[in-house]
């Protein structure tokens, strides 16, 4: 039986006038619908909401948390098993021949900043100091809260939250756009991952549901990640002298979430609705040179050598305990406050939690690793878009949150970075750092986190903001109407208010999780229909036919 060449049309039918011109009003409509319901529900009834959104959490952690343990882990193999396999690895993300956009070090650079710039200034020193104070190694008594014991393990599971299951996540969804776009021709959209299996099909309703999934996916992601900014973004701002804007325990008032969403997503409105322009740039040089120069703070003047130990060592570990850590789950006895109760506790709190979030930032993070990464092999993008992204967030967490530790252990802290809320922890050692020296340092130091956070949080905001509506367009990248930038801009401040209001980040994490939980089917999918693409693709090169497009027709060759 001959074999035939792949699809390399996907209709996606889009309004031809009125407000919705270029867009799909099926994916648009409906995916606005499902997040207004969601502000009104947490704005209106904030009680309810969180109620509600909390016992879904319990039952979607009771039900679900081996899924995301597994389905992350299948992620992680699945790359390794592409850049390893000869017939995918040497494949070209684009037509035959087809050189990179962009250089090794800007692709690299674009890959980190999109992923999880944001992050590192909340969790490389929140994260460490958390793990050293309770994780399961604790919980069992293997080791020691807050002594010298417990570091390597704080780091283990530190370096399993950052590294290549989160990458692999990213790389799944970029890898799988990538393919089916610049290969096939097809749409940049979720949608066209899924040819392989679905077909045509997917220009009906099939593909409108697979759509919307990532948008509201994308949407929860980023108001999860906009939702630590702007706790964090309150406790700088007290920092440097404007009072009023967080409590005694360093949450932010109703005020402070209302001030930091007016600066953030107003800034990243207007920068979308100007398009990625010089504004984008000179904000993205501003982030690459303020990150180096906190960086090298850290490496130069804090934990030098305990931080290059939890680095170096500490990857070791992480390397060492993986295959174990990739598959286990605890099961709880139902019994409050027992051993086996409190480690599906953890477990729940931090490994799903963030698989829940990588998942649902992988439309938004892959669909641009996808527009970033034309022309690379298969091999090349997978090995770059997991391990040199992972090791900048182990070189973030091995000297910025071995400061910290180090701090309390060795340097007199006394439980000052410890007892600060997360977002504040990198002030408060900061603050600690240089207080004995010039306190004029110490608030400098904490403007240059405040600007750096702002522009970590702007270009973030202003990216979802334009991925939904290329989503929403069915994956035409160019420029938009203004109202629907201003939608999704508004829609984007008013679920983080909306959820920070009705349960603080707590209840954004809920919504986040059970939000992931279809996109997280949908990347499953994505992994046996590019497994399936590549496998009939080398069945055509031995037949002698086509399975890329035409450079200079953008179509594919006749049989």
């Not at 999109?114 to 050293?132: N, Q």
């Not at 240059?448 to 202003?462: E, G, K, N, Q, Y």
Request: charged share 10%; with cysteine.
């Amino acid at each position: 039986m001959s074999i035939k060449p792949p699809l390399s049309e996907l209709p996606i039918k889009t309004a031809d006038s009125g407000f919705y011109r270029g867009f799909s009003v099926n994916v648009t409509v409906v995916s606005k619908i499902i997040i207004s319901m969601l502000v009104v529900w947490c704005i209106v009834w904030p009680t309810q909401a969180g109620t509600v959104l909390g016992n879904w959490n319990t039952a979607i952690l009771a039900q679900f948390a081996a899924w995301y343990i597994w389905v992350v882990t299948a992620f992680v193999i699945v790359c390794i098993g592409l850049a390893i396999w000869p017939a995918a690895g040497r494949l070209n993300l684009g037509t035959d021949g087809e050189k990179p956009e962009f250089s090794n070090f800007s692709w690299f650079s674009m890959m980190f900043g999109a992923g999880i710039g944001v992050g590192m200034l909340t969790w490389a020193v929140a994260e460490p100091v958390a793990h050293f104070k309770n994780n399961p190694s604790v919980i069992q008594g293997v080791t020691t809260a807050l002594d010298a014991d417990n570091v390597r393990t704080a780091y283990v599971w530190s370096y399993l939250h950052w590294g290549l299951g989160a990458w692999a996540c990213y790389a799944i969804a970029g890898l799988a756009l990538a393919f089916f776009s610049y290969r096939r021709g097809l749409p940049l959209t979720i949608r066209s991952s899924l040819t392989p299996l679905f077909g045509k099909s997917l220009s009906g309703n099939a593909g409108h549901i697979i759509d919307i999934v990532a948008v509201v996916a994308t949407i929860l992601g980023v108001a999860q990640t906009l939702g630590f900014g702007v706790e964090q973004f309150v406790a700088g701002l007290t920092r440097i002298g404007i009072g009023g804007l967080a409590l005694e325990d360093g949450s932010a008032t109703t005020l402070g979430i209302i001030v930091a969403l007016i600066v953030i997503m107003g800034a990243s409105t207007l920068s979308a609705l100007s398009g990625v322009g010089k504004g984008i740039k000179w904000l993205s040089n501003i982030n690459m040179v303020l990150s180096i120069f906190l960086l090298s703070f850290f490496i130069i003047f804090g934990a030098t050598f305990f931080g290059a130990k939890a680095f170096f060592v500490g990857i070791w570990d992480y390397l060492i305990a993986l295959p174990w850590l990739s598959f286990n789950v605890y099961s709880s006895d139902g019994v409050e406050g027992s051993e086996a109760f409190l480690l599906t506790q953890w477990q729940g709190w931090w490994p799903v939690f963030y698989w829940a979030w990588w998942i649902a930032f992988a439309p938004f993070v892959g669909l641009f690793l996808a527009r970033i990464s034309r022309g690379r092999s298969i091999r090349e993008f997978v090995l770059g878009a997991m391990i040199v992204p992972s090791l900048m967030c182990f070189v973030w967490f091995a000297w910025a949150g071995g400061t910290a530790i180090d701090l309390e252990l060795n340097g007199g802290a006394n439980g000052l970075i410890l007892d600060a809320a997360n977002g504040d922890k990198i002030f408060a050692m900061t603050e600690y750092m240089l207080a004995d020296i010039a306190q004029g340092l110490a608030w400098a130091m904490a403007v240059v986190i405040v600007v750096l956070l702002m522009t970590f949080l702007v270009t973030s905001a202003d990216s979802a903001v334009l991925i939904v509506n290329t989503i929403s367009a069915a994956g035409d990248a160019g420029p938009k109407a203004r109202p629907h930038v201003l939608f999704w801009g508004s829609a984007l401040a008013l679920v983080v208010g909306g959820l920070l209001v009705s349960g603080g980040t707590g209840a954004i994490q809920t919504a986040m999780v059970i939000g992931a939980l279809p996109f997280s089917v949908v990347m499953a999918l994505m992994c046996i229909a590019l497994i399936k693409a590549i496998w009939n693709d080398s069945r055509r090169e031995s037949a002698g036919v086509a399975s890329t497009i035409d450079p200079d027709t953008g179509t594919m060759p006749a049989e």
